[in-house]
């Protein structure tokens, strides 16, 4: 089942003036519902467009972008409804908190779709577990907290929506390698048990290879490679080619089966070479 399909879309900033500038050109492209993707590409490569079409923050100058099999765009008076259906958390959405204590920041957007006050609740309560958001936290201000915690706030205000898509831009950026894997670990949880469709955009190669289930790579506005994330990470010279990199541990696999030893291919976490390197020692540890 698709979630998200982008339909030969192109978008254009400042069209007709000298600042022209095309973001995306022509791409086409398909999100499975009930996985986690990766969306990677250098800086200016056209990521931070494409997701914001998803949810109808731009609308794209060709093409068509369809959620659910919907054509987002057909009547513009009800684009509001596709931005409870695809949630949007901005890099760095900790800016974006207003309220007096975090419970009623993470309520805002349950409240403002007209829920329950139980229900409200049983959402705000939910989304903090899979934030790391304590119930005390929750009553405190979010002026208060530190910029971690504020993270996890804003996170959690877009998955008591409970999207059908999240969708998310650097979540784990500027954070320190345990704040990265609590938040990028709660996200993970929180796509197992939801069942819904998740979109991570990020520069990590090693946060793309633990987490995310297919990798989009983007490239001069155009989709690069698309495909499982042990596939992706296959083509190592494709990706350098284009100035990207794999993760750390698939470059030293990479480097030992060139120099003869018998490691497959695919391997693109820790736990993934652990377990080819004891074959290859014959179960023997230390």
Known sequence: MIAVEIKNVSYVYSPDTPFRKVALDDI??????????????????????????????????EGQVLVGGEDIWEDPKKISRFRFKVGLVFQYP?????EETVRRDIAFGPANMGLSDEEIKRRVLESARFCGISEE?????????????????AIA??????PEVLVLDEPAAGLDPQ??????????????????TVIIVSHSMEDMARY???IVVMNKAKIFMHGTTAEVFD?????????????QITE????????????????????DAKAAIMRLLGGKHD
């Open 212 to 214: 995310s289930d297919e």
């Open 94 to 98: 900790e800016y974006q908190l207003f």
């Open 28 to 61: 086409s492209l398909k999100i499975n519902a009930g996985k986690i993707t990766g969306l990677m590409g250098h800086t200016g490569s056209g990521k931070s467009t494409l997701v914001q079409l998803f949810n109808g923050l731009v609308r794209p100058t």
């Open 137 to 153: 936290m929750l009553e405190k201000s979010p002026f208060d907290l530190s910029g971690g915690q504020k993270r996890r706030v």
């Open 157 to 162: 205000g877009i998955m008591a929506m409970e």
């Open 235 to 247: 083509r190592a010279e494709e990706l350098s080619d284009v100035g990207l990199s794999v993760p």
């Open 179 to 196: 704040g990265r894997e609590e938040i990028l670990g709660g996200i993970r949880d929180y796509q197992r048990k939801k069942g819904n």
């Open 252 to 271: 030293l696999c990479n480097k030992l089966r060139e120099r003869g030893l018998d490691v497959p291919h695919g391997i693109y976490t820790v736990a």
